[in-house]
């Protein structure tokens, strides 16, 4: 079971908008502002989408955005394209430890 | 910037494992390396880092005594090293560089990685 609770799927349409959850508590995401996102296509390294809530990393799309309230951390993938379906995980750092969501299952209809 | 890792491996219970992960692209010593696996069907799990400059490493506590990792840096290689395997430790092994530490501390975030070490432990 992981530390960080993520819905287990999402989908849309393209050029919709969906959010991804994840949520965790005072120990991790809502003590410090340091939750990354991370996108898993089959078969390719993972690929870092936001780190320390809302940055992005040079080259990932402006489509891609991070928030935080509380205990909670979103994605949010605007004008979504086929190229998006993939497999998305958080973490956050936890004091003495970094943990993991469990991924969700981002699926454009 | 790449990170090659090494190939795919079955491995009998409580035998050790060792997966290498070679770095190009940046200077080696300059970021620290970490490794992060997943189980099929589960999320993604921290196993570590290493720092380049200074070899210190950090690992969770449940992975303290059973998981050692290494550097090269004559070759820019970095390793994990798994002991006492057991049938749950099957899973995707990922080698990542680190982006930044907190504190010096424990990493908070993963800027490339390597494409993945599946590692089966069958009997």
């Known amino acids: 079971q992981s530390a960080l609770t993520q819905p287990a799927s999402v989908s849309g349409s393209p050029g919709q908008s969906i959010t991804i959850s994840c949520t965790g508590t005072s120990s991790d995401v809502g003590d410090y502002n340091f939750v990354s996102w991370y996108q898993l296509h089959p078969g390719k390294a993972p690929k870092l989408i936001i780190f320390a809530v809302s940055n992005r990393p040079s080259g990932v799309s402006n489509r891609f955005s991070g928030s935080k309230s509380g205990n909670t951390a979103s994605l949010t993938i605007s004008g979504l394209l086929a190229d998006d379906e993939a497999v998305y995980y958080c973490s956050s750092y936890a004091g003495t430890n970094l943990v993991f969501g469990g991924g969700t299952k981002v699926t454009v209809l | 910037v790449q990170l090659v890792q090494s190939g795919a491996e079955v491995m009998k219970p409580g035998a050790s494992v060792k997966v290498s992960c070679k770095a190009s692209g940046y200077t080696f010593i300059n970021y620290g390396i970490s490794w992060v696996r997943q189980a099929p069907g589960q999320g993604l799990e921290w196993l570590g880092w290493i720092n380049g400059f200074n070899g210190l490493t950090k690992y969770p506590q449940k992975f303290q005594g059973r998981v050692t990792i290494t550097t090269d840096t004559s070759t820019s290689t970095a390793y994990m090293e798994l002991r006492s395997l057991r049938s749950d430790d099957t899973a995707v092994y990922y080698c990542?560089?680190?982006?930044?530490?907190?504190?010096?501390?424990?990493?908070?975030?993963?800027?490339?990685w390597g494409q993945g070490t599946l590692v089966t432990v069958s009997s």
């Open positions: 990542a560089r680190v982006g930044a530490v907190v504190r010096g501390v424990i990493p908070h975030y993963f800027d490339y």
